[in-house]
C-alpha cells in the first residue's frame, strides 16, 4: 500500500490551519440543534465557504460508536466504469491523519475493485472534504475510499453484493459524498419549470418575464429528489434522475446505497438536516451548486 495521502484541498478549498479549521468546525457543530444519529448519510463535497455549515449536520449526526466509514463519491477527475478504491494508508488532513482501513480495500481490490491511480487519488476531491468533519467528530474511525465512475445496472448490482457483508454493521457507516443541482450553463443544464417541477424545459424556452425566480425551481427540483430518496426505493431514485436530468453528482452512490438497503430487507428513511445554495439564481445567465445534508 501507498503511504499516506497529502491534503492537496487544504488552503484552498478549506483552511490548512489546524486552530483556524477547528474553530470554523466547532462552530458550524454548534448551530446543529439536537442532533439525532445514525449510520447512513449524505453530505456535499465543495469548498467549506459555500458548504461547511451543510456538512456539519452530516458529521454531527453520525453516531459516535462508529469504527469505520465508507465514504462513497463520484469521480470528478478521470472517466472509467465501476468503482476505485485507494491504494492509501491513511489520508492526511490538517487536524490529522485518516486511517484507510486497508484490510478492507485489500479485500475489495481482490474482489475485482480497482485501485485509484495515485495522481487521480490527489487530485479528487469528493472524499478529501469529508475527512476533517469526520476527523473532528470521531478521532478514531477508520475510513473506506470509495469512487463512483459510469456504472451500469447490473455493475452495481454486483458492487451491491460486494457491499452487503459490512451493511448489518452496527459500527460501519456508510456516507455518500454529493452535490446537488449544478445548475447553469457551465454546467450543461438550464431546466426550469414555472411551477412545481412539471413542465421543466431550458429556461431559454420560456417567456421572459420567467415569474418566479430561478433559484426556487432549483429548490423545487432538488427537494423533489430529496423526498424521493427517503422513500428507500433505488428504482425510483434512478427514474427521477434519468427523468429531470438533475445534475447530482453522487446519484450513483446514492442508488447504490439506497438498493443496498433493499437488498438487505432494510429501509433507509433520510431525514434531510439541511439545505443551501452557493447563490440564488436570478438570471439565466447565472450559475448555482446545491448543497444538502442528510441522516438515515
Known amino acids: 500500500m501507498a503511504s499516506i495521502r497529502p491534503a492537496t484541498h487544504g488552503g484552498s478549498w478549506y483552511s490548512a490551519n489546524k486552530r483556524q479549521l477547528q474553530t470554523q468546525i466547532e462552530n458550524w457543530f454548534n448551530t446543529v440543534d439536537s442532533p439525532r444519529f445514525g449510520r447512513f448519510g449524505v453530505g456535499p463535497h465543495a469548498g467549506y465557504t459555500y458548504c461547511g455549515a451543510t456538512l456539519a ?62 495522481d487521480t487519488d490527489d ?79 431550458p429556461v431559454k424556452q420560456h417567456p421572459s418575464p420567467l415569474g418566479r425566480p430561478i433559484w426556487e425551481s432549483i429548490r423545487d427540483l432538488d427537494q423533489e429528489g430529496m423526498k424521493i430518496a427517503s422513500t428507500g426505493n433505488a428504482d425510483s431514485w434512478n427514474k427521477y434522475i434519468q427523468e429531470t436530468g438533475n445534475t447530482v453528482c453522487g446519484h450513483r452512490p446514492l442508488s ?16 434531510w438536516l439541511h439545505y443551501a445554495q452557493s447563490s440564488h439564481v436570478s438570471s439565466r445567465h447565472d450559475s448555482s451548486v446545491s448543497y444538502a445534508a442528510a441522516i438515515a
Open 123 to 201: 487530485e479528487e476531491h469528493s472524499l478529501e472534504m469529508h475527512l476533517p468533519m469526520l476527523k473532528y467528530t470521531n478521532s478514531k474511525a477508520t475510513f473506506v475510499p470509495l469512487v463512483f465512475g459510469d456504472l451500469s445496472s447490473a455493475a452495481e448490482q454486483d458492487f451491491v453484493q460486494l457491499l452487503t457483508p459490512y451493511f448489518d454493521n452496527p459500527q460501519i457507516a456508510f456516507i455518500v459524498s454529493s452535490d446537488f443541482c449544478h445548475w447553469g450553463s457551465r454546467f450543461g443544464y438550464t431546466r426550469y419549470s414555472p411551477a412545481g417541477t412539471d413542465h421543466l424545459a
Open 256 to 271: 447504490v446505497l439506497v438498493r443496498l438497503a433493499e437488498t438487505c430487507n432494510s429501509q433507509i428513511h433520510f431525514e
Open 57 to 118: 449536520h452530516t458529521y454531527k449526526c453520525l453516531d459516535p460508536n462508529i469504527t469505520t466509514v465508507f465514504v462513497m463519491g463520484p469521480s470528478h477527475c478521470q472517466y472509467f466504469k465501476g468503482v476505485r478504491t485507494s491504494k492509501y494508508a491513511g489520508y492526511e488532513t490538517p487536524l490529522g491523519t485518516v486511517a484507510v482501513d486497508t484490510q478492507i480495500t485489500r479485500k475489495l481490490n481482490s474482489q475485482g475493485v480497482d485501485y485509484l491511480d495515485i
